[in-house]
């Protein structure tokens, strides 16, 4: 008999957007003709910049020919002429130099960030922030790194990190060691984003306890402050304890593109039983060159152009455009007395249930009485509860007709 891996029988329900997936269908079902506003997975509205997809076209043309025609990428994944853009226009643009061989593409961040504990030992203690994406717990689980999920909620053998209304939902390092901490900033759930002291704070204390940082910066071009770090390596001594991962998602609308790059340090090392350091650049590539074939070389032309004068400028606009409507759901709902969190450096407002209501009851009263979908806190963690997440990734008429059907939910009351 197959025996099957137990630990997959810990994970608690369903993935998080199946699930709310399967409750919109059913709600659709029931109430043919409803117009219904996703809200909820973060997912992109707007079509390909201009720019993509011509580089798309011209590079799918250019697989069409003997001299074009190409067929597994590099060992890395990266063609030089995404790496370079990578290194020009992401790191030394805020003064971080990045060598090519650190440059690891893939087709998402979601796999990246899914697959890096792969490199480690099952003894391995991981903490998350609560709330958390839930990927990072997840495949964490799977693994075998955690014990049973408890009645709470929480899994036994992972240290959570309470983010909360009081620490900006920017926890600091917890005050023991662990071996493996999973931040993402600009934040997914919470819209928040981690300031360089918060981000000094983790490289000190994971240089002090020798504990590796998975830093996932997905939403980067959502930070419009230029005084806030968008990488973990632009503060000194990263590099020899963290890694990084960036995604075309949600920059460029390539959610159903997929192109995302990992960045692991040459200095950055785990341990072996016997304390010898290992470097997990060569680990990774060693992992990568088993399970993964790079990603295809149209995808990564279009990538490039996302960097080219005209793919800058149109995918800033879509940028903006997203974190227009995340400032008219924070102003709209601010004003009708909601509290709000996030949606100033990301695409991700945080709201505070109204009338203590608990989360999926509130995505419940979202989804009846105002056919928004929204994603409910506690899909993210127990810290969760009492905080619903609205995604600002939809048609600007559709955020503004959102605003006013939430208030009017909730003014029903
Ligand atoms: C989300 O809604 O949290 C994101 O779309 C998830 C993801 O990027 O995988």
Redesign the pocket.
Known sequence: MARINENYQKLQAGY??PEIGRRVAAFAAAHAGAEIIRL????VTLPLAPAVVEALRAAADEMGTEEGFRGYGPERGGYGFLVEAVREHDYRTRGVEVADDELFFSD???QDSGNFQEIFDASCRIAVTDPV?P?YVDTNVMAGRTGEARDDGYYDGIVYLPATEENGFTPDPPDRAVDLVYLCSPN??TGAVASRENLERWVAWARECGAVIVFDA?YDAFISDPDLPRSIFEIDGARECAVEMR?F??RAGF?GVRCAYTVVPHEACGTTASGERVPLNGLWARRQATKFNSVPYPIQRAAAAVFSADGRKQTHEQVAYYLENARVLREGLGAAGFTLFGGVHAP?IWMRTPEGMGSWDCFDRLLERAHVVA?PGAGFGPAGEGYI?I?AFNSRQKVERAVELIREAFAAS
């Open positions: 998080l957007f909820g997975i973060g997912d998402g961040s979601k994406y990927v997914n759930p997905a995604s998602s949600k959610t991700y994603t997440r995604s």
